[in-house]
């Protein structure tokens, strides 16, 4: 790979200068490639994309740009090998990898037949109905919807390369507005790949797509009231981003999907025996190993009803107990590493956290068996499975990045919508229960609180997506700690890079204005 | 009046205590009052309003929410004289105060209806159809939207003390979202006894509604990720506000709506003599004059083709001349005071801005004719009408609030596009035209820089509800300078005071969730 991971701005592939700051494989600790993008223009990049990249795109209208995030998204799929390879670099599974490579270009695919179907030619959307503002009909008012003039700066985490990518790049690009990616750096060099296969298959408008290979001090200076900011990533940073300037006074459209303390909630008629006990411990195992738990929506609390937390505590560490730690591809191996070194100190730290207040029941923050590799070396980390008391409240604020989960009481279901509260909003939930009085008083009482939430039970799961599997269809993000955005959710994430605007005249004037 | 305008929190009337601000009348320059919110305990009020309030409005459901709303906003219909009386020591006429009063119930009302035609019974809205996630439609995905459950802190501008209030705490109210109204201490008054209607009437349960008749420090320190703020005013404050780290750490749902550049364009077709020139020309003094011009979609940049420059000016002059400055109410005035001798000096030094850059036609900054009152104790300023060419800047930054606008010329539509852009996104615009090619051109090339744009002419006038006037069924706001929030827009504005959830399960669990 190359010395310093090229970028591609202002429709031409550059590369950083300077020393840069080195990438680490998470599995064996070698230098993969280092970031750096000192001296690179981004100026010339947000005013190229602006000013070639939203014409070229706007000129092909909703149809054409559903059209070419098809191709875009195929060209992926017909690669993905290519991709799972890289992938495993960052310590990814080949089932890690198909949820990020798989699940990206999926979305697209979806992006680009929701496009397709449900928007016009041209660049104007029609939102609503006319409505009289006057007794006698000539003069209405409705609503339309048009592509911003703006750039979309795309901020994504490590932890999904391609699919973290692609959710942002696909609605944004059949609005008709130019990406800027900027991917973490843990993982740019997988994020490098999918924009270059993108690319040498010539499918999008020069323009269309930037990509920022690295830190990117003063990108936001350069934004105005026409472009967008989505985040994924954590609080802190998103934090850091939202109180820029260009975002408190030049109004930047800016979205945070900010990793969060999701919930999983066992219902009280769900006994050892029931399916739903079954499907609870084993959603709870396959959210803390895939990725080795390093997702956003991951449950981080699970809650039970009390007198059945031993049960669970045994069903649990009995599972966790067959879950094999080391190098994708090594014989029997069904959970990576962590992305690297500093992310698993920075687990083990918050796990120390959590410990001052509830008890570690299964796993060793400090060792564990490897399989194919060296945990010296490589970023591997036990499940740690831990349990809590009501009084504890560092399960309601520490969040553990990595195969971690802590299992806690409740009594009631006013007692469990309180705690779950307790979260101050997350990105997901399930309740686990076939009890329709306890599903409906859970779900109606935690909705508030979640962007998502997940009803599994005997009836539903074999074709359940998964607590952790947020869907192109519905939307993503979540109140309060989980940043307080919405992602995907179908048409609305296009609509998102779209500008409302009421045009208020005699009637028929929406279908005057033609395709916009 | 109370030397210390009461505050209403936590189920009571209080009052700061200290000396407070005073307010002074706006045409004589009497004292009216003080306010002041020191030693209240807003930690209290946000609570009780949270704890009490909330439940109490999520109890009655929205259609129970709706009747309410009708109830309070038909009591201030009922007393409507008494905010007029109260409205022209702010300075405004009748017709201004109609504006503001009439416009506040009148908005209210609107979403009453709104709310009984357009949601359930019970606290759960069902936004889409199912998606089917699973081939076998065992599995399916929907989105439905609860109440949040925190406040609504509702900051206004003084312009519009009844409307103001109303149209934001009409959305929250029927959304089962208690409000803390804030107004603007200038006309503080004018909101206190609106929310003193709405309280002696009795329709709304304890906690629905508080009001803190001052500045809030420290109030936002108060609020989490299940809370909101609206915020309308200087774009300066909002963006204070937007950086606070209860926005940016706890994402409180924050909205801006801030005074902008708006403007209005007279199109190529529209000659003298054609009813378009009238039109364009008796709206630009309308919105000159209405309210002083203390209107944030007011018309401050006025567009007309190059070769129309003269011809407009001396049409716009003639009508100004027409304008009697004076006390509401006094003999024949048809524009009132600004709201303060502190915001005619603002407006003043705006002017001077200006000035350096553009020429002066009409009025005099230091100097006006005013009818029943005295220019050196109240607020009075001249209509001021201002030209300029494409070079200068200062009209596209700079905002002086009240009865200022300037002439700008454009060659082509083109050019028009990208002279409106300056503005760098507004509330409103108008294009006054009757071509159809002209219409299409203009209005696609401007939408994504606003968030309402009308279109007059010959065929809508006689129902125009013209540039200035937000329509509670059209949004309200718009990107980059105006804020980059909407308000109103019909439901839209009671679904922002709701939390949108993705529900996963089998079919037919939104259903099953009931009344929420």
């Not at 800016?254 to 999983?264: G, R, Y």
Request: glycine share 12%; hydrophobic share 40%.
């Amino acid at each position: 790979m190359a010395e310093i991971l090229p970028s591609y701005l202002a429709g031409r592939w550059t590369t950083g200068t300077g020393a840069g700051a080195p990438v680490h494989d998470a599995v064996d600790g070698e230098l993969v490639t280092h970031v750096s993008t000192e001296g690179l223009d981004l100026a010339e990049a947000v005013q190229h994309a602006r000013e070639v990249g939203g014409p070229a795109l706007r000129e092909a209208g909703f149809q054409g740009r559903a059209a070419m995030l098809k191709a875009a998204a195929s060209a992926i799929a017909e690669r993905k090998q290519e991709l799972y390879d890289l992938s495993a670099r960052a310590g990814s599974t080949r089932a890690d990898a198909t949820v990020d490579v798989d699940g990206g270009f999926g979305t697209a695919l979806v992006y680009a037949s929701l496009g397709r179907a449900g928007l016009p030619e041209g660049n104007l959307v029609v939102e609503d109905a006319p409505v009289l503002l006057g007794r006698h009909g000539t003069f209405v008012g409705q609503h339309v919807l048009t592509p911003r003039r703006g750039v979309a700066v795309q901020i994504n985490a490590f932890n999904f390369p391609v699919w973290g990518m692609l959710e942002k790049l696909a609605p944004a690009l059949i609005a008709g507005v130019p990406s800027i990616v900027k991917p973490a750096s843990q993982t740019a060099y997988v994020t490098e790949h999918a924009v270059r296969i993108m690319l040498e298959a010539d499918v999008l408008p020069v323009g269309a797509i930037s990509l920022v290979s690295g830190p990117v001090p003063g990108l936001l200076d350069l934004l105005g009231g026409q472009d967008l900011v989505g985040f994924t990533g954590s609080a802190s940073t998103a934090a850091l981003l939202r109180s820029h300037p260009s975002v408190t006074e030049r109004s930047v459209r800016f979205t945070a999907e900010a990793d969060s303390l999701n919930s999983s909630v066992l219902g009280p008629d769900a006994d050892e025996g029931t399916p739903e006990f079954d499907l609870y411990v084993e959603q709870l195992v396959t959210e803390m190993t895939v990725k080795a738990g390093q997702k956003c929506t991951a449950i981080r609390r699970a809650f039970v009803p009390r007198g059945r937390l031993d049960a669970v505590t045994s069903a649990v560490v009995e599972r966790l107990r067959a879950v094999v730690v080391g190098a994708p591809g090594a014989d029997g191996v069904t959970m990576g590493a962590l992305v690297g070194l500093d992310q698993r100190q920075d687990v083990r730290a918050q796990v120390a956290r959590l410990r001052t207040e509830v008890r570690l029941v299964h796993g060793d923050p400090e060792r564990v068996d490897v399989v194919g590799a060296d945990d010296r070396r490589g970023a591997f980390l036990s499940p740690l499975l831990l349990v809590g008391s009501d009084s504890a409240g560092s399960p309601h604020e520490v969040e553990a990045f990595g195969p971690v989960s802590t299992l806690l009481p409740y009594d009631d279901a006013d007692h469990l919508v309180a705690q779950v509260a307790r979260g101050e909003g997350s990105l997901a939930a399930s309740v686990v229960s076939h009890d329709p009085e306890f599903v409906r008083t859970a779900v109606t009482g935690i909705a508030a609180h979640h962007g998502r939430v997940l009803v599994l039970d005997r009836d539903d799961a074999a074709e359940s997506t998964g607590h952790g599997t947020p869907m192109p269809q519905l939307v993503h993000g979540g109140p309060g700690r989980a940043g307080g955005g919405e992602e995907e959710g179908g048409l609305r994430a296009v609509h998102h890079h779209l500008q409302r605007t009421a045009v208020q005249g005699a009637p028929g004037l929406a279908e005057r204005l033609g395709r916009g």
